[in-house]
């Protein structure tokens, strides 16, 4: 992983919020497994396939190489765009400036 990435995970917290809401949405790591060939190791359909998958450290690995993958396609999927809208917001706020109503 770029190690970019990696103090970004270190220093704000958002980065790691967007990875763990990515991986609830289902369709989204369905379409990161089609289009990079690395998916999220598979559930042990018996216990002797656990502690083999576990033994071998194939389970692991695979979370591994995942993560590898996919944290860095949501930091520049999700997390770089999102932070320049509310970069791009936050400048277009000052000067007194206000989106909507509300009067406050």
Known sequence: ?????????ATDPALMHLVERCLEEKELVE???????IGLPRMSKTPIEYMVDEATGWRSDQYRQFFNAFIPFVHRSVY???KAQFERDSRSDKGGKRKGGGGF
Not at 1 to 9: A, E, G
Not at 32 to 37: D, Q, V
């Open 1 to 9: 992983m770029p190690r970019t990435i990696m103090v970004t995970l």
């Open 31 to 37: 379409q990161f497994t089609r289009l990079f060939g």
């Open 80 to 82: 770089l765009p999102m």
